[in-house]
């Protein structure tokens, strides 16, 4: 079957460090996305690997391995405003997406 | 960028009642359209997939009965709820895909509903 896993919650302070896990199980794999929700708000889009490797977009970084099913999100200088659930989801080979439970990351001064 | 908005963003309605939401790609044309629920603190689940022109596919356990799905053009596709009961009460969220863009969604803002 298919299945995400990351953890359900984190808890990390202002200006650190915090990485969150996803591991992934999917039939056939076109790419892993990070979104980030906010109470009450749609995902927004954050990130998108395909290939293994690295991508830094300011802050966030994604990293993708496809041989071990797993990724993860990278948030430095952590804000306040970066409390939210961050949901990991995989596409599967008909272009679905596999949603995770998501992770709540909570920002403490 | 692409737009996606739905109305309303949220409702309150009575149990029995129909209750339609709209979803619309504003600056972009969708060939897909994508309907999701959300229960408070869990992700989202697909509820089904609309295609301009043709039938929703619905995943397995959505009523489509129930759930009623029109994509009649390429920028909007509506989701109906039917004779609405508590438990339906959650987050709609729509998205939308280009054609040619295929591992590419976006979201709309969500319908909060809630029926009492």
């Known amino acids: 079957g298919q299945n995400i896993d990351q953890p359900t919650e984190m808890t990390a302070t202002e200006g650190a460090i915090v990485q969150i896990n996803c591991t992934y199980q999917t039939s056939g794999f076109n790419g892993l996305f990070w979104y980030q929700q906010h109470a009450g708000e749609a995902p927004t889009f954050l990130s998108y690997?395909?290939l293994d490797g690295l991508e830094e977009k300011g802050r966030f970084s994604s990293f993708l391995s496809r041989s071990k099913g797993y990724s993860y999100l990278l948030l430095k200088e952590l804000q306040m405003k970066d409390s939210a659930s961050y949901l990991c989801a995989a596409m599967d080979s008909n272009y679905q997406l596999i949603w995770g439970a998501g992770t709540k990351l909570i920002i403490k001064p | 960028g692409a737009v996606v908005s739905q109305h309303p963003s949220r409702v309150i309605c009575k149990s029995g009642t129909s209750v339609k939401i709209e979803c619309r790609s504003l600056?972009?044309?969708?060939?897909?359209m994508f309907w999701y629920r959300q229960f408070p603190k869990k992700s989202l689940m697909l509820m089904a997939t609309?295609?301009?022109?043709?039938?929703?596919?619905?995943e397995q356990g959505v009523e489509k009965d129930k759930f009623l799905i029109n994509h009649a053009s390429l920028t909007l596709s509506t989701l109906t709820v039917t004779s609405a009961h508590p438990e339906d009460s959650s987050f709609y969220i729509c998205?939308?895909?280009?054609?040619?863009?295929?591992?590419?969604?976006?979201f709309g803002p969500g319908t909060r509903l809630l029926v009492l």
């Open positions: 998205s939308a895909r280009l054609a040619g863009e295929m591992e590419t969604q976006y």
């Open positions: 690997n395909v």
């Open positions: 609309s295609n301009e022109g043709s039938k929703a596919t619905y």
């Open positions: 600056d972009f044309q969708a060939t897909t």
